[in-house]
Structure formats: C-alpha cells, structure tokens
C-alpha cells in the first residue's frame, strides 16, 4: 500500500512526511513543485530511504497526476500543496487561483478517475484528504464562540477566498461523484522547517541578526496555535478513522496575540541565546542590545488583516479522540530550540528572492 502526498517539500508537508513514516513503514509519493516555498532541505533526513518517492511536478498537471496514481497505485491522496501565504495573495493573486483552485480542481479530477476504476473493495477504502485553513471563515469579535465546522464561510483575503473555493469543490466532488474525501480545517501552525517568511521564523531569524522584528499594527490580532507535529497526528487520525465527507477543524487551544508570541519568542531567546553573549547589535544602529525585544518594531497592519482566529476542535477531540500533545509553551521553546540548532538550513532557506520579499513588504532587510 502507499499514499500520495502533495506539496510534501513545504512546511506542513515536509513535517508530515517525516512524522508519517516515523510511524508507518508504508511508502509516500510525495508530489511538489518546488515553488520558493518548496525545499527539499526539509526532508534530508529522508535520502535512500526507499519508502519516499519526489516527483517535482504540479497538481495542476493532470496527465502527470494519472500517470502517478497508476504507476503507484495510493489507496489514498493528501493535498498539502498550495500557495499558501496571506501576505503574498494580497500582492499577487494569480498564483492563488492558479493553484489552489483550479490545480486542486484538476487534481479531484484526476483522482476521480482513478477511484472511479478502482475494484469495489478499494473503492470504498479509498481516501482523498484535503488539507485545509481555519481562515475560510473570516475574522470573530473577542467575545465570539471558536469557529466550529457549522460556521459559515467569509474569506476576507485571496489566499482564505481561494483555499474556500477549493475547500467546496471537495464537497461537490464528494456529494455528486461519491469520492470519499475528507478536509481538515486547522489553526496556524509552527514547529521546525517553517519558512522564515512567517511570524515565528521570521522574529528567531530577525532576532538572532539583531533586525527589527516587524509588528503588524498594534499587535493586538488574536490566533490560534498548534504544534505541526500535532496537525501532523491529526491527519492521519483523520485519514484512518474520519468519515467520508465529513470536515474537522483542528486547533491548539492557544489563543495568543500577535505580540504575545513576539514577546515569548523574544524571552525563550534572552533565556536560550542571550543576546550580549553572542554579541547581537542593533542592525539599524549598530548599538548592542541587552534584549531581543528593543528589536520589536511595529509597522503599518496589512490591509483587511482579520483580527481574531479561534478554532473548536470538539468534534475530532469527541469524535476521533485526537488531542494537541504539546501546549504553547512546550511546543514554543521546541521551535526556538530547533532554529537555533539548525543556523544552516535557516542561511539556505533565505534565498535571494526571499530577502528581496522582506524588503518589499516590511520597507527592511
Ligand atoms: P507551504 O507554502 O510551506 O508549502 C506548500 C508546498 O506546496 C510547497 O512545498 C510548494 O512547493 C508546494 N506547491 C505549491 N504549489 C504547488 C503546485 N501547484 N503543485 C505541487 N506543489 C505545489 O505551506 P504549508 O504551510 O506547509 O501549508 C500546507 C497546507 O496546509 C496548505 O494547503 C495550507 O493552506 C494549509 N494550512 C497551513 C497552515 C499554516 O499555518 N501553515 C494552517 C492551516 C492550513
């Protein structure tokens, strides 16, 4: 037997791969385009291992995706891949559409295909799981109830608008062709190999160069965080046990503000790498700091940014009896630990046109 995984190079993915067949023995096919966010680096531990497979390649590539389900054979297929960042859609939302939702459009159909061949008993034990964001509905008030499954849709960026549209095309598929699909709706998550565009990477990162960690607005935005190793176990509760058509949304239980999490980042690394030791300076001023947060720097808030994100996890907690094994402090301190123990895959991970990106969109490097 084997899975097939999509956009197993990227954050979510990559940490899936790795915590998958730390558990199991059956092989992946992991299918990525490497886009920017892509990186191989992510899955080294992984070389000769015989039970991965990477195929560069797009989900948007339908005749690719056939030829690899009949070559393979899955008896299920997970779509991480996405274009997968707020900020990003807000300046260019092509690739959004592009591959969100038209690739996982073609991407259903190509699996469609395929299932609908398959002999009667595989059918049925066949599994589409879609990987999804809790940013499909919307922003709440600080006094409303978490987002539950029964919550109705209302992206407010490009990105969440895209990942919805994708998140119904899976319900169509699974209530007009009977393809057994499942999707996941989750929190943000964090952990190791995230890419340093994002808020947790990015203040360690900016931290430990003495840069300013750029606050979007007033810090006041509400989320909620879960450990990926977590959503990691999450998924495959879901895939063994979910049942088809059905959604779950998967969260922490970790509401923090924004400056909350800047603040923890910046304590863990008063405690872990103080900066005097390593003789971090103020890049803009080239003064020595005694602490990461005379780093912090708030910068104007991104356009239609929601301000608050919290998520009910009660039905995959009730129902497939899935719990977060780590709390946000644990699981913070882990992060920090594991960027500061991997300075090098951090320096090849900030590429060129990552440090061109941070330049546009915080006025900084
Ligand atoms: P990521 O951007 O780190 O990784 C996405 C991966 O998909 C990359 O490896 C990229 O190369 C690949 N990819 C992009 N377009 C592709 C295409 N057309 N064909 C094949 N591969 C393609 O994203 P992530 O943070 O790992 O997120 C994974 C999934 O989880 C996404 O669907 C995202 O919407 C969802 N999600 C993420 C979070 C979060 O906090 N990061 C939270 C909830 C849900």
Known sequence: MTILVTGGAGF???NFVLDWLEHHDEPVVNLDKLTYAGN???LASLQGDARHVFVRGDIGDRALVERLL?????RAVLNFAAESHVDRSIHGPEDFIQTNVVGTFRLLEAVRGYWSGLPQEERAAFRFLHVSTDEVYGTLGPADPPFAETRRYEPNSPYSASKAASDHLVRAWHHTYGLPALTTNCSNNYGPF???EKLIPLMIVHALAGRPLPV???GRQVR????VRDHCAAIRRVLQAGQPGQTYNIGGRNEKTNLEVVQTICALLDELAPAPRRGVADARTGRPIERYAELITHVPDRPGHDRRYAIDARKIERELGWRPAETFDSGIRK????????PEWVARAQSGAYREWVARQYGMV
């Open 335 to 342: 992060t920090v630990q594991w960027y500061l123990d991997h």
């Open 216 to 218: 979007y607005g007033d």
């Open 40 to 42: 191989l680096d992510n």
């Open 224 to 227: 909620d965080w879960l450990y």
């Open 12 to 14: 979510i993915g990559a």
């Open 194 to 196: 995230h890419f340093p």
């Open 70 to 74: 009949q070559q393979h054979r899955p």
